[in-house]
């Protein structure tokens, strides 16, 4: 096992009823900023929930954050935030929204004169103390409800980067799985996806005796092997939802990264694709995850073979034919919440193969667990995905 | 899955060489009580690293916290501190060190007359803001270095409770697997029965559709039964200690624990047969644990069978075959840690049987996860037991 330093103070408040909590965890006189997207939360009766618990305080709206939260959307979030002298912020949406809203905290208590620069080069960040801030979670995907990351995009320089920050945990998250019933398939499909790459890029790397997590891992893979194709077609059983629900949260809020080596390079990949082309996150991780475990295979062979026996309960036939069928298990499952897993079937082809390999070449990124996923790799695993 | 709120903010620092790091978490101008037991730390190194850590701080001595920390040597402890000026507590040993260093955090900052009176009320620490604590951890068992309870043992009146207040968690713990290297084989096997009790006592209830819970308690218990009777007999390898103090770290740290029923009247029997007879805490729990399965089994029907085939792999046979054969293992595991089974192997009798039953009544104790381990099964329990 790898030395680490774990520590994540988010405090959980999970279950049916639970967003009338918010009152209980908010100072009385808190300025609160509340933050959501498209407005979906107006037609499931969130926002009404929210209001209601928010009670007497002042609230400033901030509505319109987009998928693939834009800094150009933020920016006036933050100017608004100024303005009226938000203390709290409360985001009640979706990862967007939620990291949209770290952004917001961290950029309130930025000095620099372009918030930008701290997504670009997140040392900026050290001195910089966020506004505290907390969530109503609408979409179980990122994990963002209790982590300290945030994925930005930039629409004038079609970028979409990732920051940290050690304070911009939410201080509370509110999850209850009711939420869940009104969701659009597709949403769910797209969370289920997520949350099972985001588990692959902790877990499928190479063996470091960590036993434990490995287990954890693989529990919350099996549970989404289980729900998953299942809770995209009816997302409406409290049980089902609650899994699925708490399924993505543990999927990355750093218990099963504890002590252990971690990939990433298919998110990065897949980041690309969507500031490139405008897929959905959870679409670039079904297209890219499959075609990276066939190019990287030599690399993650034990701990492949290791996944083809614990979760897809392979365990007999010779190793590398285990493996092509974990592989194509993995491709099925993702298909099976009804993502397609090729580029072609986005219309998506060479030239966009290039400019992905250009810009990483340009940025001089080796990505992966053992940082040997090389723009020539990348080429090799687009080529696959094709 | 039921409602429930998490919220744990210990920071856990682990591997090699991480004692050290003391020095980076701690202001430099506290004033430190470092407790410990019985001088091994002097022995194994433990000491001088943890002093060469603390720097040129103020530092008070407070070892000789015995096994079942007594609430008699902690309030010597207590008035140390408060004459010294102590500002902050760092706990260097195991379960009990760290339990008796809670109870001095919080009858630090208590103004009643006598401690004792919150131990057996926990209601009476809600105003109470405990000295901040944190850990060394010298030997994986309880799981007190992440969680926010303790155990004290009273002398005057054989009494042994518990109490957990919400701001006693450690604020960081340091685990160097390394420390376990010179830990008496005793020792060891009493701590991974611990763990083991630990998380059958979260598990081991009734199905609550926690899938993901289920799967994270089934997976230390399995990595718990491939390492736990050989740790016990060779405890050098980084590998494997390393697997041993995470399993028991995330045994009782409220992660397995979210959202699911609990039990824990293997725990309650078991304290009394340490506070009436002087048995070590692991032994009580592989005592009592194989009992209670057999007395309960009833109750814990489906969960004994889950436990049966994800555990044990036992998938074919009757129900009832696979869960005498599941408890017969569980008996097993513990005999094969060194640890004897039966009231019988200790001498102990139907007089003290009598007597915990009789406590138990007066106290008008009902255990378990369904408040239906009565007295009168109590009773059933140590028979079976005997």
Redesign the interface.
């Known amino acids: 096992?790898?030395?680490?330093?774990?520590?994540?103070?988010?405090?959980?408040?999970?279950?049916?009823?639970?967003i009338a909590s918010i009152d209980a965890q908010l100072p009385a006189d808190s300025v609160v900023m509340m933050t959501y997207g498209g407005g979906s939360i107006k037609k499931n009766g969130v926002y009404e929930q929210v209001r209601k618990a928010l009670g007497s305080r002042r609230v400033v709206e901030f509505g319109g954050i987009e998928p693939n939260p834009r800094y150009e959307t933020l920016m006036k979030a933050v100017a608004s935030a100024k303005a009226e002298g938000v203390d709290f912020l409360l985001a009640v949406g979706g990862g967007s929204v939620i990291d949209g809203t770290k952004f917001i905290a961290c950029a309130m208590g930025y000095e620099g004169s372009d918030p930008w620069d701290f997504v670009r080069d997140n040392s900026k960040l050290k001195s910089v103390t966020p506004l505290p801030l907390a969530t109503v979670l609408t979409l179980p995907a990122t994990g963002s409800e209790m982590n300290n990351g945030a994925v930005i995009t930039r629409g004038s320089s079609d970028e979409k980067l990732a920051f940290h920050h050690r304070d911009v945990y939410p201080r509370?998250s509110v999850l209850d799985?009711e939420v869940c019933y009104s969701l659009p398939d597709k949403q769910v499909a797209n969370g289920v996806a997520d949350t099972f790459a985001h588990v692959l890029e902790q877990y499928l790397t190479y063996p470091c005796?960590?036993?434990?997590?490995?287990?954890?891992a693989?529990?919350?893979l099996?549970?989404l092997v289980?729900?998953g194709p299942g809770v995209v077609k009816d997302h409406t059983d409290y049980?089902?939802v609650?899994?699925y629900m708490?399924?993505a949260t543990?999927g990355l809020n750093g218990?099963i990264a504890?002590?252990v080596p971690q990939d990433w390079a298919t998110h990065m990949i897949g980041h690309e694709l969507t500031a490139l082309c405008g897929l959905d996150h959870g679409v670039t991780l079904a297209i890219v995850f499959p075609a990276l475990m066939s190019v990287m295979r030599a690399d993650k062979h034990d701990k492949l073979l290791q996944y083809a026996c614990r979760v897809w309960g392979i365990d007999s036939g010779s190793p590398e034919a285990r493996i092509d069928e974990a592989i194509s298990l993995t491709r099925r499952f993702f298909e099976a919440l009804g993502i397609k897993t090729h580029l072609s079937d986005y219309g998506i082809g060479d030239d966009i193969i290039r400019s992905i390999v250009d810009r990483m070449s340009e940025r001089g990124w080796k990505l992966g667990e053992r940082g040997n996923v090389t723009p020539d790799k990348v080429k090799l695993i687009l080529e696959a995905a094709k």
């Not at 005796?209 to 954890?216: E, G, K, S």
């Open positions: 096992m790898e030395n680490f330093i774990f520590c994540n103070p988010t405090k959980l408040i999970f279950g049916k009823g639970t509370f799985p005796h960590a036993m434990v997590q490995d287990r954890f693989e529990g919350i099996k549970t289980e729900i049980d089902t609650s899994n708490f399924s543990m218990i504890m002590g």
